[in-house]
């Protein structure tokens, strides 16, 4: 197992992206996951066609940050950006899933279809996972964590946060490598 963290505070989202993407290019092979967190000011749309392009076989979970990323060193406020990529193919399978909760969901029956896709997205179907990841955006996440206790009726380590913005103006995302998911309506 191996895992490289990078950061950049550059207010250009490529510029920044680039030298964060120079980074984790050491390594000779694809992260079998790659997470990244940024501010508000960074175009999510770049940051995951980017990603995407470059690491085509990655699971990737992306998530907008509240006014800077916290890294391995220290807070970094403002037009940051931050990746972490973990190198774990011989021993860890990853999955991810994401939906845009609408009228048509209930909270619970949707937190279930997520996990069980995300559980076959691992290719770990029937077993329990060592740890779950969720983003979400702001309003439902306790209902989905009681959603996820109660589907897998025991405790699962449970990390994350939700998705935020600088000023809580709804300027938050949300993304994999299947889907981007923002509060921006697009014009």
């Known amino acids: 197992m191996k895992i490289i963290s990078t950061n950049s505070q550059n207010n250009d989202s490529g510029k920044a992206l680039e030298y964060c993407l120079s980074n984790l290019l050491v390594h000779p092979i694809e992260p079998d996951i790659l997470l990244c967190y940024f501010t508000e000011e960074h175009d999510s749309h770049l940051i995951i066609n980017t990603l995407k392009k470059r690491f085509p076989n990655t699971k990737i979970h992306g998530c907008t940050s509240c006014r800077g990323v916290m890294t391995d060193h220290g807070f970094l406020e403002c037009y ?21 909760l609408d009228n048509n969901h209930e909270i619970t029956q949707l937190t279930k279809q997520l996990l069980e896709k995300a559980i076959k997205d691992s290719g770990r179907e029937g077993e329990l996972p060592a740890l779950v990841l969720l983003h979400a955006t702001p309003g439902q996440e306790e209902k989905i964590i009681t959603a996820i206790d109660e589907y897998f009726g025991t405790p699962i380590p449970l990390i994350g946060g939700t998705a935020a913005d600088n000023n809580v103006q709804e300027k938050w995302c949300i993304f994999t490598q299947d889907e981007l998911l923002s509060s921006i309506v697009e014009r």
């Open 80 to 100: 940051s950006i931050a990746l972490w990529a973990l190198y774990d193919s011989k021993h860890g399978r990853y999955g991810t899933s994401i939906a845009k």
